[in-house]
């Protein structure tokens, strides 16, 4: 008898729960590393919302999630409408605080958020506050300063608060704009990550749809899926919904599978916007083929140090890898083939973003990456631990299942040991 299936992958769409795949150490970090201001940084279509969903899921024991989406606002009236919305989504739970929702509706955003972190604080809860498409701040900030430096100020003073900001990087300018504020500007104090491709295992597990009714894939066809889409996620969908055949299997990408459709038009467009001059130079540079970091600094005219932070920046957001040898290149075959049909009409002036503010960025980000990577060795070096004192106490056979954990930890403490090293051999961090 034929079984049939229907095809598991998602387009466009948020995922959580077991359609989302990957980024295990950073969504561990973020609800359980020493920061209480993240700002998680990636391009469009790179699964922001999808994280925050998922940590809106996983957060639940040890937090109380709100999920506040900031996207089309255009005022902080627009703002406090928003935040009201997203407290009424956990209005059972904020009852048991008891917080009246009905009560905030005459308060603004700033009053709101404290009177509610009060209440939780109360009652021994904490808060993670998880922001969306913040990028109206920026036209809100020049527009009304006074309620945007309001509600940094509520940010920063409940003891109870974790907040993660999830946006393209243009957020940045946000900074710029507030940087002559009597208090701190806007982002001071935000820790920033990035969220790029998947790592290679997760990619294969999302291929394979590992978490809920497997699908059938090659190991070639794996290979190929790697090399168009870089595991940009949503191009790992984009390309799988595409492959998927009846028998639940995956056929192997060929060269006319990389279609450019009106979805992935706009994407790659917007991708280019948000790039500083000098990454746009670079990514124009590189669509005749892969170059070495100095062969890049040269066409740029600037010191390898200089070009190095463009670099880092670029590819840490998906823009860029770097090839079996050893070159930069076109972060997937997408985006490759979307630069080299518009290259002649792309302009690399009147970028939404300065270079100084991508080179501040850069240093920012390899400075707290370091802090990552040691944090993340401390976490798991804590867990073995546990595991291995739960193991002691079976003597000389403990259970396959928590040997098998305790091997885990292993690789994955000597796989970030490895990291660290060349974290610091490259940036000297």
């Known amino acids: 008898m034929n079984a049939s299936y229907r095809n598991p992958y998602t387009i466009g769409g948020w995922v959580s729960g077991q359609r ?17 201001y993240i700002w998680v940084i990636g391009t469009r279509r790179v699964g922001k919302t999808s994280l925050l969903r998922q940590l809106d899921v996983q957060g639940r024991r040890d937090y109380l999630p709100i999920y506040w989406d900031m996207q089309g606002c255009a005022n902080a009236d627009d703002l406090r409408d928003e935040l009201l919305f997203a407290l009424e989504d956990r209005v059972a739970q904020l009852s048991k605080l008891g917080v009246d929702i009905d009560a905030l509706a005459g308060e ?27 990028e109206p701040l920026i036209e809100i900030a020049q527009a009304q300063p006074q309620a ?39 982002l001071t104090d935000f820790a920033p990550f990035y969220l790029d491709g998947l790592a290679r295992e997760d990619a294969e597990q999302l291929m394979r749809q590992e978490q809920r009714n497997p699908v059938h894939v090659t190991p070639e066809t794996i290979r190929r899926i790697h090399d168009f889409t ?93 090839s079996s040898a050893g070159k930069w290149i076109i972060g997937n075959r997408f985006l490759h083939r979307w630069l080299a049909e518009h290259d002649a009409e792309l302009s690399v002036e009147d970028a939404a973003i300065s270079d100084q503010r991508v080179r501040e960025m850069a240093r ?33 056979q403990p259970p396959e299942r928590l040997q098998a954990t305790i091997l885990e930890h292993k690789r994955r403490i000597r796989a970030l040991e490895r990291k660290i090293d060349a974290f610091h051999r490259a940036y000297g961090a």
């Open 108 to 134: 603004d955003m700033a009053n709101a958020l404290r009177k509610v972190c009060r209440q939780a604080e109360k009652a021994g809860v904490r808060m993670l506050l998880l922001i969306d498409e913040p």
């Open 148 to 186: 945007v430096q309001r509600l940094r100020a509520a940010f920063q003073r409940p003891p109870n608060l974790r907040v993660v900001l999830a946006s393209t990087k243009t957020l940045a300018s946000l900074q710029e704009i507030t940087r002559d504020w009597p208090t701190s500007p806007f």
């Open 230 to 322: 870089g595991d940009h996620p949503y191009l790992l969908q984009w390309l799988c919904y595409r492959l998927y055949q009846p028998d639940h299997s995956l056929r192997p990408p060929r060269k006319d599978d990389i279609v450019l459709d009106a979805m992935l038009t706009t994407l790659f467009r917007l991708q280019f916007d948000q790039l500083s001059p000098a990454e746009r130079r670079i990514l124009l540079h590189l669509v005749d083929g892969g170059k070495d970091a100095v062969g890049i600094a040269k066409a740029l005219g600037v010191k390898l140090t200089e070009a190095g932070m463009y670099l880092y920046v670029m590819a840490r957001l998906g823009y860029i890898r770097r």
């Open 20 to 36: 989302y795949y990957g980024h295990a150490d950073l969504r561990q970090y973020i609800l359980l590393g020493s920061d209480n």
């Open 364 to 396: 920012a980000g390899q400075k707290e990456e370091a802090v990552y990577w040691q944090e993340q060795l401390r976490i798991y070096r804590e867990r073995l631990g546990k595991l291995e004192v739960a193991a002691a106490r079976y003597e000389d």
